[in-house]
């Protein structure tokens, strides 16, 4: 089956204590990013990547790192997580050419205390 | 910079109501549009797209017509079911010259429609 890997689902930690949420695709998308969805402001993207090795700021990239060293993964990193970093993460995934159809994962819901 | 704009909810009917959620957008390129659905607990689903001018695009009886005059991309459901409770994103995708697209979505806030039986 065709899908967007998040884990963890849910998570709540404390400030300053580094997580990673990772993000794995098995239809061999060039492209993934990680969006973040809060109350009144849609969805805003995080960080994207085109390929293996490339990665780039989105909107709010501001608290995150990214990596991509395979294809199939995209993990999120907070080195040092805030209070306002609480929020639901999605990652995503399309080939290129598609036109901007994503393909989304089922949510991270995170919680920093 | 782009953006997109959509109606403020929440949105309440009855069930065989007639649904409107407007949407309308800014964008520098040639942008294409984007209705996407969030089920409750769930991640984001493509509910339809249109490409260029005019086009329509179409699922599950939802439709939506790209309106570059006026910059639209009103959602319309002429009877809706309980089963379409969920949050409504409209989202357009700016496609450089060529037509490639890097894939950024631009999110509309979300409208969230309840619908009772």
């Known amino acids: 089956e065709a899908q967007v890997t998040q884990n963890p689902r849910y998570l709540i930690t404390v400030t300053g204590k580094k997580l990673t949420v990772t993000c794995s695709q098995n239809?061999?998308?060039?492209?993934m990013s990680w969006y973040r969805q809060d109350p009144g402001l849609g969805l805003r993207q995080i960080y994207y990547?085109?390929?293996?090795?490339?990665?780039d700021k989105g909107d709010v990239p501001e608290g995150y790192k990214v990596s991509r060293k395979e294809k199939r993964n995209f993990p999120l990193i907070l080195e040092s997580p805030s209070p306002n970093q609480t929020s639901l993460y999605f990652c995503?995934?399309?080939?290129?050419?598609?036109?901007?159809?994503?393909?989304f994962g089922e949510g991270s819901r995170l919680t920093v205390l | 910079g782009n953006s997109v704009t959509q109606m403020e909810g929440p949105v309440t009917l009855s069930e065989e109501a007639f649904l409107t959620i407007n949407c309308t957008y800014t964008?520098?390129?040639?942008?294409?549009l984007f209705w996407y659905v969030q089920y409750p607990g769930e991640g984001l689903q493509l509910l339809l797209k249109?490409?260029?001018?005019?086009d329509k695009g179409s699922n599950k009886g939802f439709e939506a017509t790209y309106r570059k005059e006026t910059t639209s991309f009103h959602l319309e459901k002429g009877s809706v079911q309980v089963s379409d409770s969920a949050v409504y994103f409209c989202?357009?995708?700016?496609?450089?010259?060529?037509?490639?697209?890097?894939?950024?979505?631009?999110f509309g806030q979300g409208t969230i429609l309840t619908v009772h039986p």
């Open positions: 995503a995934s399309f080939p290129q050419g598609m036109g901007g159809e994503l393909f």
């Open positions: 239809m061999n998308h060039e492209y």
């Open positions: 990547s085109m390929n293996v090795e490339v990665t």
């Open positions: 964008a520098t390129g040639y942008p294409s």
């Open positions: 249109a490409t260029k001018a005019d």
């Open positions: 989202a357009l995708s700016d496609r450089r010259a060529g037509g490639t697209s890097y894939g950024k979505l631009t």
